[in-house]
């Protein structure tokens, strides 16, 4: 599907110039794009539709670059960025805006929303156009009756209405209430009611969904497109941010926020304290949006094409006695291996040679070059809380290496290095990064350029279905129903059902709610879904609190003994010991899979290593004098003292004492004291983006800042 997009593109490309327009507020459409020539033909009314998506590939600003890169991969209990606090003023919105709202620069390097902003509304407006001029043919009269049949055309339609919701959604949980518009030609004025603009779109997305393909119905109904899999995960995923809590404006008045059908809404509210004239709170018919989302999200997983949810790892032992056998790891080798997951409901297409950010800023780094390197440069934007590698997952549990890794390379010569916890990016700092997707993993790494890899970005995954299915069921007090959906995908991270204990699972974390989001964490690491879960479930300030007092406990183990234990038994220490060996000769391989053998310090943990064959690439000859490329590690989980007679047997067998948690507390700051700085318990959390000033001036004094922040 990958180059059907792009076969399409030339015409899209052309068709965007004629129907839409870069003004973020505008959605006009000149005459040439009458509905005849749209959707005169299906190439004609494809290609308008393949421009959007194009759009939304490469300039929506929301999930690689932008807002995504700097607010959502890196601000919650689970993830962080790399860098020191003070090196980029995007963490101050992370971290919930220090010194408070009024004092930030709305118009600072750290309010990528000057981008997405106009680009989200463009996409709006194309989408605009397309939906437009299939609605005024006998195709939607047959489709507003009910009595219409699927066909490529109404597939297309719904393909455009899902566009047009995702973008809204996007604009929602970045800005909470905005300007909505649905008519090209006409300048959308003033702010809508958030939650006006959630039910107008889910009701369109219901209204669409049963005149749609689902996966692998149709010849082009697969993964890279929106089909009816996606809008069914769409509702479910909307539903429970329009039910869901979020802070909301006290100064636009009372009878501000209003449902469709003009009624006034009344909230249950978290917040005790009042500040920033705004209030933490859901709807209190929150529960019609769950019962929507149930019939949704039921359909999909009944109805789930040619997606599944990967149980079984189908790869059999490497040539070299490589062990597999972790189908949570085969979701996402599919990613590197350039093809569709199975798992993906839904992911947005890449293709070598273009810019993407898989693994650049979202997974393993590398701190080499940007061309002719082996990997090229990874900067790893995609980082994690010491406490979430340590704590959060048993270690039984699978995910945890394929989520995470303690190591990144050279680059310059296919060597592996240990990410230290010294803030900075690529390999030489930032901590634990994200590991799901590898350039090393590639069976043919791009090497000649950094950022094209042409890895996918998925967006949706059957086991986020799945678990919004059990959430969902959880809140309506189907408890047994919910908690056979969250067996389905926690007992998959383990290689036994004893190992995964789901009865345990559940009662240490105080019931299936609880449990469910717990599970969200730990399957979705790195994804960009744990910072909106905590907030549209209403445990952001209970989680913030949670991991302040986790990272202050580390901090003071490492201080007062040297260690810290966690709970499910990993120690984390101030210093690890490690070597540089010839794994390729040992073992057969440098590029290691699954083991569960702590004793072997260059297999575990696993998923790590580097590319068995870099050597074999045009002008590297690196290997023919320095054979030593992969790390052994020793004292990552458990303490090792210095100085005791177990170290001094390591270094006498060519192992280094090197900083571990020292790098931590020698920033302490960083990691203890930055980490959600802007948090005061009692009062709304402010998460927005602050409407940057090209937006006021364009809007005419009719859009304004709320939240506590300034309108310059």
């Given at each position: 599907?990958k180059k059907l997009?792009y076969?399409?593109l030339?015409?899209?490309?052309?068709?965007?110039?004629?129907t839409?327009?870069?003004?973020?507020l505008d959605?006009s459409?000149?005459s040439?794009?009458?509905p005849?020539f749209?959707?005169?033909?299906?190439?004609t009314?494809?290609?308008a539709?393949m421009?959007?998506y194009?759009k939304?590939r490469?300039?929506?600003?929301?999930?690689?670059n932008?807002l995504?890169y700097?607010?959502?991969?890196?601000?919650?209990?689970?993830?962080?960025h790399?860098?020191?606090y003070?090196?980029?003023a995007r963490h101050?919105p992370?971290?919930l805006?220090?010194g408070?709202?009024?004092?930030?620069?709305?118009?600072s390097?750290g309010?990528?929303?000057v981008n997405?902003w106009?680009?989200?509304?463009?996409?709006?407006a194309?989408?605009?156009?397309?939906?437009?001029?299939?609605?005024?043919?006998?195709?939607?009269k047959?489709i507003?009756?009910?009595t219409?049949?699927?066909?490529e055309?109404?597939d297309?339609?719904?393909q455009?209405?899902?566009?047009?919701?995702?973008?809204y959604h996007?604009?929602?949980r970045f800005w909470?209430?905005v300007?909505?518009?649905?008519?090209p030609?006409v300048?959308?004025?003033?702010?809508?009611?958030?939650d006006q603009?959630?039910?107008?779109?889910?009701n369109?997305l219901?209204q669409?969904?049963?005149?749609?393909?689902?996966?692998g119905?149709n010849v082009g109904?697969d993964a890279?497109m929106m089909?009816?899999?996606y809008?069914?995960?769409?509702?479910?995923r909307?539903?429970l941010?329009?039910?869901?809590?979020s802070?909301r404006r006290t100064d636009?008045g009372?009878?501000?926020?209003?449902?469709?059908?003009?009624n006034?809404l009344?909230?249950?509210?978290?917040?005790t304290?009042?500040a920033?004239?705004a209030f933490?709170?859901r709807?209190?018919d929150y529960?019609?949006?769950?019962e929507?989302a149930?019939?949704?999200?039921?359909?999909c997983v009944?109805?789930?094409?040619?997606?599944?949810?990967?149980?079984?790892?189908p790869?059999?032992?490497?040539s070299?006695?490589q062990?597999?056998?972790?189908?949570?790891?085969?979701v996402?080798?599919?990613?590197?291996n350039?093809v569709?997951s199975?798992e993906?409901?839904?992911?947005?297409?890449?293709t070598?040679?273009v810019?993407?950010?898989r693994?650049?800023?979202f997974g393993r780094p590398s701190?080499a070059g940007?061309?002719?390197?082996y990997?090229?440069k990874?900067?790893?934007q995609s980082?994690f809380h010491?406490t979430?590698?340590?704590?959060?997952f048993d270690?039984n549990?699978?995910?945890?290496?394929v989520t995470?890794?303690v190591?990144?390379?050279?680059?310059?010569n296919?060597?592996?290095k240990?990410?230290?916890?010294?803030?900075?990016?690529q390999?030489?700092?930032g901590g634990?990064?994200?590991?799901?997707w590898d350039e090393?993993r590639?069976?043919?790494?791009?090497?000649?350029k950094?950022?094209?890899?042409g890895?996918?970005?998925?967006?949706?995954?059957?086991?986020?279905v799945?678990?919004?299915?059990?959430?969902?069921?959880?809140?309506?007090g189907d408890?047994v129903?919910?908690?056979?959906?969250l067996?389905?995908?926690?007992?998959?991270?383990?290689?036994t059902?004893?190992?995964?204990n789901?009865?345990?699972?559940?009662?240490?974390?105080?019931?299936?709610k609880?449990?469910?989001?717990?599970e969200?964490?730990l399957?979705?690491?790195?994804?960009?879904?744990?910072?909106?879960?905590?907030?549209?479930t209403?445990?952001l300030?209970?989680a913030i609190?949670?991991?302040?007092a986790d990272?202050?406990?580390m901090v003071n183990?490492?201080?007062?003994?040297?260690?810290?234990?966690?709970?499910n038994g990993?120690?984390?220490?101030?210093?690890?010991?490690?070597?540089?060996?010839?794994?390729?000769?040992?073992?057969?391989y440098?590029?290691t899979?699954?083991?569960?053998?702590?004793?072997?310090?260059?297999?575990?943990?696993?998923?790590?290593?580097?590319?068995?064959?870099?050597e074999?690439?045009t002008?590297?000859s690196?290997?023919?004098?320095?054979p030593?490329?992969?790390l052994?590690?020793?004292?990552l989980?458990?303490?090792i003292?210095?100085g005791?007679?177990?170290?001094?047997?390591l270094?006498?067998?060519?192992?280094?004492m090197?900083?571990w948690?020292?790098?931590?507390?020698?920033?302490?700051?960083?990691?203890?004291?930055?980490?959600?700085?802007?948090?005061?318990?009692?009062?709304a959390?402010?998460?927005?983006?602050?409407?940057h000033?090209?937006?006021?001036?364009t809007s005419?004094?009719k859009?304004t800042?709320?939240?506590?922040?300034k309108?310059?």
């Amino acid at each position: 599907m990958k180059k059907l997009l792009y076969t399409y593109l030339g015409i899209g490309l052309l068709m965007l110039n004629m129907t839409s327009c870069e003004d973020f507020l505008d959605s006009s459409s000149p005459s040439e794009a009458t509905p005849d020539f749209v959707f005169g033909d299906i190439s004609t009314a494809r290609g308008a539709l393949m421009g959007a998506y194009e759009k939304w590939r490469a300039k929506a600003y929301v999930h690689a670059n932008g807002l995504f890169y700097d607010l959502v991969v890196c601000g919650s209990d689970s993830e962080r960025h790399p860098e020191g606090y003070d090196a980029q003023a995007r963490h101050i919105p992370e971290n919930l805006y220090y010194g408070g709202t009024s004092s930030f620069d709305i118009n600072s390097a750290g309010n990528n929303g000057v981008n997405a902003w106009p680009a989200l509304y463009s996409i709006i407006a194309t989408c605009n156009t397309l939906c437009n001029a299939i609605e005024g043919t006998d195709t939607y009269k047959d489709i507003e009756a009910g009595t219409g049949s699927v066909t490529e055309m109404t597939d297309l339609y719904g393909q455009a209405v899902a566009l047009r919701a995702t973008a809204y959604h996007e604009l929602l949980r970045f800005w909470g209430d905005v300007p909505h518009n649905l008519e090209p030609g006409v300048a959308a004025e003033g702010l809508t009611p958030r939650d006006q603009i959630y039910e107008y779109h889910i009701n369109k997305l219901m209204q669409v969904e049963p005149y749609m393909y689902y996966l692998g119905e149709n010849v082009g109904a697969d993964a890279s497109m929106m089909t009816r899999n996606y809008v069914d995960a769409l509702i479910g995923r909307m539903c429970l941010y329009a039910g869901g809590y979020s802070t909301r404006r006290t100064d636009l008045g009372a009878d501000f926020y209003k449902d469709l059908d003009g009624n006034v809404l009344s909230f249950d509210k978290l917040n005790t304290v009042d500040a920033n004239n705004a209030f933490y709170g859901r709807r209190t018919d929150y529960e019609k949006f769950y019962e929507i989302a149930e019939r949704y999200l039921q359909n999909c997983v009944d109805n789930p094409g040619t997606a599944a949810l990967c149980t079984v790892d189908p790869r059999a032992a490497g040539s070299n006695g490589q062990a597999f056998g972790n189908p949570y790891q085969y979701v996402f080798q599919q990613n590197d291996n350039l093809v569709l997951s199975s798992e993906s409901i839904y992911e947005i297409p890449e293709t070598r040679g273009v810019q993407t950010e898989r693994p650049y800023a979202f997974g393993r780094p590398s701190s080499a070059g940007g061309s002719n390197n082996y990997p090229c440069k990874n900067y790893g934007q995609s980082r994690f809380h010491p406490t979430y590698y340590y704590g959060d997952f048993d270690p039984n549990d699978m995910r945890r290496d394929v989520t995470c890794t303690v190591t990144g390379t050279d680059g310059k010569n296919g060597v592996e290095k240990l990410l230290p916890f010294v803030p900075g990016s690529q390999a030489n700092g930032g901590g634990i990064a994200n590991n799901k997707w590898d350039e090393n993993r590639q069976p043919e790494p791009r090497w000649e350029k950094q950022r094209q890899s042409g890895i996918n970005n998925p967006f949706v995954r059957m086991s986020d279905v799945i678990l919004m299915l059990a959430e969902v069921k959880a809140e309506l007090g189907d408890e047994v129903t919910a908690k056979q959906y969250l067996s389905e995908v926690h007992n998959r991270a383990f290689a036994t059902p004893e190992l995964a204990n789901l009865d345990g699972f559940i009662s240490k974390w105080g019931g299936i709610k609880e449990a469910i989001q717990q599970e969200r964490k730990l399957e979705f690491g790195g994804e960009g879904l744990r910072r909106y879960d905590l907030i549209r479930t209403g445990k952001l300030p209970e989680a913030i609190k949670k991991l302040k007092a986790d990272l202050a406990a580390m901090v003071n183990g490492l201080k007062t003994k040297g260690y810290y234990t966690f709970e499910n038994g990993n120690t984390i220490s101030l210093y690890v010991w490690t070597k540089s060996v010839d794994a390729k000769a040992q073992y057969g391989y440098r590029l290691t899979t699954q083991c569960t053998d702590e004793t072997d310090p260059v297999m575990y943990p696993g998923w790590r290593g580097v590319f068995d064959d870099w050597e074999g690439y045009t002008g590297n000859s690196i290997y023919s004098v320095n054979p030593g490329t992969n790390l052994a590690i020793q004292g990552l989980f458990k303490h090792i003292e210095p100085g005791s007679a177990e170290a001094k047997a390591l270094e006498a067998d060519g192992y280094t004492m090197v900083n571990w948690g020292k790098d931590i507390l020698d920033y302490e700051s960083d990691y203890s004291d930055y980490v959600f700085r802007g948090f005061v318990d009692g009062e709304a959390p402010i998460y927005f983006v602050p409407f940057h000033s090209s937006i006021l001036e364009t809007s005419l004094g009719k859009i304004t800042n709320g939240y506590g922040f300034k309108n310059n």
